[in-house]
């Protein structure tokens, strides 16, 4: 029984054992061709870069598990941000940065609610759902608000933007962090804590387990899922408004585009495609090691036009390694049940 | 003394004006198994659906501890304490073993915070209520078959069932872990849980029932206690007329050519040093319990698990057979134990699931297979294997279980192969379908076919056979010729160590 058991920890705890290794490698590799690397400032700018891709990434894994693939999230972010930034423009609005915030997120959830009715209503694949939406969200924002970028945020948005939360005097000046990387920590530790200490989070495994099950057992899944659309739209909101807090403008559509990357980030971090799988340590490592890779190959001399092709191989590799490994695992299985 | 736990009365129910319950009044008391037989279409699955709350009958009533419900819901039926145990147990395979089994009382029905060692506590509790050791942490999709259903139990347990239906729940287990499970039922009927088994499996529904009941198009006509029922009766009162099962063939004659010579072939961990001659026209029967290498025999004949050890020749011929391109190239057809997700296209028509073996015989002039060449080809087998559709266009999914069968045979028929391996040929076929299929089995061979039947089946291999091969730990235990034996002492034999 103990074995068992230890083999279960073993694998469930491989692919994020597995990106710690590839981090470290490509860390000290990096760091060995350009000791540039290491330093306080590059540091915080690679996590600047996750902050925002990381909160696309836990709205799209919370969808993942349940048996999803998201493709709407960028839509949503940037969709709830700019009409979030129009509204309190319109409003003469001149209060906190955390407003925008709080403006986006009732659009966020509006969107995702959308996205869940559908879902959760008529049984639609969520891919063909969001591929849907997505156009949807875009459209009517171009429509309705015009497509031009909002550079005259709020005062209170630029004040974020250049609040710190650390500040580290390196030599050459002083680089600082801001704190809205301390907000996905928060919600990051918030999505782990709902997915493994509460009844709703393991009813999101149990969805992607098998989803006919949970609806035998009572559960009213047409409302698991409006209220899990829900709050993935409203995490994905947050991520916009902090990437017009972060680069100081609405862009319409300034994270389209995004969606294929952070998709395989998540898958990167272990979660299952199919859904009943994924953790919020290993989508976070996942969506570092990108950031790693799309902020430093730079600095090491590579041209930033192999940037993609340097991601494509690490993500093909990262997606194929625990697909190899799980086909080996069920041929050795069948061989010891038959 | 016996309390009526539930009441089903004078319960009709039609679909679009077709009959499936009519007038069906059941009654099951407090610490009852019961058990519910009846061919496919019957009503079985219909009636238990009305027990659960998803169908809402026409007419009728349904009266549980004196209360009489205008309608029940599946709240109702939850809350009376009724647990269902499907075919495929229901469990979530990406959960543990203690989530899935507290799943209804913490999850479905819990507050907002969930507890992993609150989970654990549930589970252990309702575990060791039918004394089952596991590891409630592994997931539940680690576990064998056989573990799987007795999680199923516990979770069923684990939420107060009064009433524990098994649909079919026996259709993949081995007879070992039959025993294991009736026992478990004997043991849930002391501690006052009722059980209502569904079974196609005869024996199984002799053995272990206090009270039988047979639906048979609709209608009930057995309802009594199980004691002094024996198969014959209940096969009467499920079909309305006598099938015989107790066809004894007689040994091939030794002139016969041999089709396939197995010569001390092996494989690690799955069986070693095997030996067996198979004649032309001969049906040669293979069991053992799961594990003993009947299975993993089956798939190295066909190249899926390719032998390491050992030769095998057809008809004379030494052969190598590494892949299934090499079996099908030297005529061995072999019909998996699972048709649905290994023998069957399920979304696909009939007629295409019957072409594609033979979709390069059927070209045409220019090269390309038309759509009236795989009509008439499904059409010719559907003839032929009296398949039960009104059109071979219509998708697979839409047959009942026999019929499903007959399609996965028609396949492998159509490529006329010289050797035909079929591993549970009959398994969820209702008791009529079923002995058709093994008499056109039979008429196969006449043919001058080979075949090797594996099954748990013991009633059906007997009723096939010519030759009965038992194997154990991966090797052969014992061949007999059919009519020296029976199935009392292929049963001891089966059991022995």
């Known amino acids: 029984m103990r074995t068992i058991q230890q083999r279960f920890k073993r694998t469930a705890r491989t692919q994020e054992a597995i990106l710690l290794l590839v981090i470290a490698i490509v860390v000290t590799l990096l760091t060995a061709a350009n000791p540039s690397f290491m330093t306080i400032s590059n540091i915080f700018d690679i996590l600047r870069i996750m902050t925002v891709s990381g909160m696309m990434a836990l709205s799209c894994l919370l969808i993942m598990i349940s048996g999803g693939v998201d493709v709407s999230f960028p839509a949503v972010a940037d969709a709830a941000a700019f009409a979030g930034a129009t509204i309190l423009l319109q409003a003469h609005f001149n209060g906190s940065g955390l407003v925008l915030f709080l403006t986006a997120i009732p659009l966020g959830m509006l969107m995702g609610a959308i996205n869940g009715f559908f879902v959760g209503w008529f049984r639609i694949p969520t891919m063909i759902v969001t591929l849907g939406t997505q156009s949807l969200f875009y459209g009517a924002s171009l429509y309705f608000l015009g497509g031009v970028s909002i550079f005259e945020l709020p005062q209170g948005t630029k004040d974020l933007a250049q609040k710190a939360l650390i500040t580290v005097d390196s030599g050459s000046g002083t680089s600082s962090l801001g704190p809205l990387f301390l907000v996905l920590v928060i919600m990051a530790i918030g999505v782990s804590l709902l997915l493994h200490r509460t009844s709703f989070g393991r009813s999101i495994y149990a969805l992607g387990g098998n989803e006919m099950v949970v609806e035998r057992s009572g559960i009213n899944i047409r409302l698991r899922y409006l209220c899990l659309y829900s709050l993935a739209g409203a995490i994905s909101a947050i991520a916009g408004a902090a990437n017009a807090t972060i680069y100081r403008n609405a862009n319409p559509v300034g994270l389209q585009g995004q969606e294929m990357g952070i998709i395989a980030a998540v898958v990167l971090g272990g979660a299952l495609i199919t859904g009943g799988k994924g953790s919020v340590t290993g989508t976070l490592l996942g969506v570092l090691l990108i950031a790693i890779i799309q902020n430093s190959l730079v600095l090491v001399g590579i041209p930033s036009t192999w940037q993609n092709v340097v991601i494509g191989i690490v993500l093909a590799a990262g997606i194929a390694i625990p697909a190899v490994r799980h086909l080996i695992d069920a041929r050795n299985k069948t061989e010891v049940l038959i | ?497």
């Open chain 2, 1 to 497: 003394m016996a309390e009526p736990l539930v009441s089903l009365c004078n319960i009709r129910k039609e679909f679009a004006g077709v009959v499936a319950l009519d007038d069906v009044s059941v009654t099951i008391n407090k610490g009852q198994v019961c058990c519910l037989a009846g061919e496919n279409g019957s009503g079985k699955s219909t009636l238990i659906k009305v027990l659960s709350g998803m169908y809402r009958p026409e007419h009728g009533t349904i009266e549980v501890d004196g209360h009489v419900y205008e309608s029940f819901t599946p709240a109702d039926a939850i809350r009376s304490g009724f647990q269902f145990i499907y075919q495929d147990f229901s469990l979530l395979p990406n959960l543990s073993v203690a989530e899935n089994i507290a799943f209804g009382e913490l999850v479905a029905s819990g507050g907002f915070l969930y507890s992993v060692q609150r989970a654990r506590t549930i589970a252990q509790r309702a575990l060791s209520r039918i004394n089952f050791h596991v590891d409630v942490d592994a997931p539940a999709g680690e576990l064998t078959l056989a573990e799987r259903q007795l999680v199923a139990i516990a979770a069923a347990l684990a939420k107060d069932a009064r009433l524990i239906v098994m649909d079919e729940a026996t259709t993949a287990l081995s007879r070992k872990e039959v025993e294991q499970l009736l026992a478990i039922i004997e043991d849930l009927r002391s501690q006052g849980v009722s059980t209502l088994f569904v079974s196609h499996k005869l024996d199984e529904v002799v053995s272990i029932s206090d009270h039988t009941i047979v639906l048979r198009n609709g209608t009930k006509v057995a309802d009594r206690p199980a004691e002094g029922m024996n198969r014959a009766e209940l096969i009467n009162a499920m079909t309305g007329k006598d099938v015989a099962m107790n066809h004894v063939s007689e040994p091939i004659s030794a002139d016969a050519p041999i089709a396939l010579e197995v010569s001390h072939v092996s494989r690690p961990h799955c069986f070693s040093d095997v030996s067996f001659q198979l004649h032309e026209g001969e049906i040669l029967g293979v069991t053992g319990l799961l594990g003993s290498g009947r299975d993993t025999l089956a798939l190295a004949l066909f190249g899926l698990l390719p032998i390491t050890e050992g030769t095998i020749s057809i008809y004379g011929e030494r052969v190598s057979i590494r892949n299934p391109r090499d079996a099908m190239k030297h005529g061995i057809g072999y019909v998996p134990a699972d048709r649905l997700t290994e023998g069957l296209f399920l979304d696909h028509s009939i007629a295409s699931n019957v072409a594609i073996r033979t979709i390069k015989q059927i070209r045409n002039a220019i090269g390309l297979v038309t759509r009236g060449a795989i009509v008439r080809t499904g059409q010719d087998w559907v003839d032929r294997l009296h398949i039960k559709t009104p059109n071979v266009a219509n998708p697979v999914s839409g047959l009942s279980g026999g019929n499903q069968q007959r399609v996965v045979l028609a396949k492998w028929l159509s490529g006329k192969p010289r050797i035909l391996i079929l591993n549970g040929p009959t398994v969820g076929v209702d008791i009529k379908s079923k002995s058709e299929i093994l008499d056109q089995l039979r008429e196969f061979a006449a043919d001058g076919m080979a075949v090797i039947v594996i099954s748990d089946d013991i009633p059906e291999l007997l009723d096939v056979s010519n030759r009965i091969m038992l194997m154990r730990s991966g090797s052969i235990a014992a061949i007999r010729e059919r009519k020296d034996i029976t199935e009392s002492n292929l049963n001891e034999l089966l059991v022995e160590q």
